[in-house]
């Protein structure tokens, strides 16, 4: 197994969107920096939305997170897992003597560490961009936090938003994977993921129009029933000075990703079958 994963980090950095996703992220964090840099001339400094160095990371990565981020990620596991199964480059593989659940299972891994490097190098570089492109002060505001942060305490805040979001991702990569390993084509594949994707936007919007006639509590935890939704407002609030839905949160994420992934394994054992 250990050589199969190898094998599969090695091709995926054969693909050209590889190199493209990596490349992307410092023109991804100089669009951020050019937007934020505009908003800050129509805000006060003592507001959490005013973007210096310290809380660039994380306001770059949450302008992004539930958009770029996502439809990214759709792209890449549709052409890695669709695009290779239909292909036939898959079946190559498979003649060394590897089932179909092990390929499979090698490139949900290899896909999460994709993703765990892709989140490392966006964090990196988002803190030295931000500070070539904002000030730097010793301290300044976060978002529902009453005091002041400190340098050190920004670090180890914008250290758990970029868990939290990293969490996010691996629960939507669950669903996309799932999609990805169902799916006929690499059309119907990205038709459905972008479905899925908008219906998650959509009904929290629409839920809104029924705010009136539920409790606060009641509607937090439908509006968080979308990934989307906590990615864009669920991960702040979690991180708040008097943290909201946190159990509730975790326990909707968790969910994603054990009930896709037990789909994805369903769906994997009954390919194999026909193999």
């Known amino acids: 197994m250990k050589e199969l994963l190898v094998a599969e980090w090695e091709r ?13 992220v410092p023109v991804v964090l100089l669009a951020a920096s050019s937007y934020l840099q505009k ?9 959490p939305q005013y973007t210096f160095a310290g809380n660039f990371p994380v306001l770059s990565l949450a302008e992004m997170l539930f958009t770029v981020f996502n439809a990214m990620f759709l792209v890449f596991i549709t052409l890695v897992v669709t695009g290779e199964y239909r292909s036939g480059q898959l079946r190559m593989v498979m003649i060394r003597s590897y089932s179909f659940k092990e ?3 090698a490139k949900a891994a290899v896909l999460l560490l994709f993703n765990l490097l892709f989140f490392i190098t966006y964090f990196c570089m988002s803190y030295a961009i931000g500070f070539l492109m ?54 119907t594949a990205v038709g459905i993921g972008v479905a899925f ?17 539920m409790s606060e509590e009641l509607f937090g ?7 989307p939704m906590i990615q864009w407002q669920g991960i702040t609030v979690m991180m708040a000075e ?31 079958s026909f193999l």
Do not use: M
């Open 242 to 272: 008097k943290p909201q839905f946190v159990g509730w949160n975790f326990g909707v994420l968790g969910f994603y990703i054990l009930f896709f992934s037990g789909l994805t394994y369903v769906a994997i054992r009954k390919k194999e």
């Open 12 to 24: 995926l950095w054969k693909r050209k969107v590889a190199w493209l996703t990596f490349l992307l």
């Open 221 to 227: 935890q439908l509006f968080f029933t979308s990934i």
């Open 39 to 47: 908003e800050n001339g129509a805000l006060t400094v003592d507001l």
């Open 103 to 105: 390929i499979i299972l």
């Open 134 to 187: 904002f000030e730097h002060p010793q301290t300044y505001f976060v978002f529902y936090h009453s005091h002041a942060f400190n340098i050190k305490e920004a670090l180890v805040y914008n250290l758990s938003f970029y868990g939290y979001a990293y969490l996010t991702t691996v629960a939507i990569c669950c669903v996309l994977f799932f999609i990805s390993v169902i799916s006929k084509t690499t059309t």
């Open 197 to 213: 994707i908008l219906i998650s936007f959509s009904y929290p919007t629409l839920l809104t129009g029924f705010r009136q006639w």
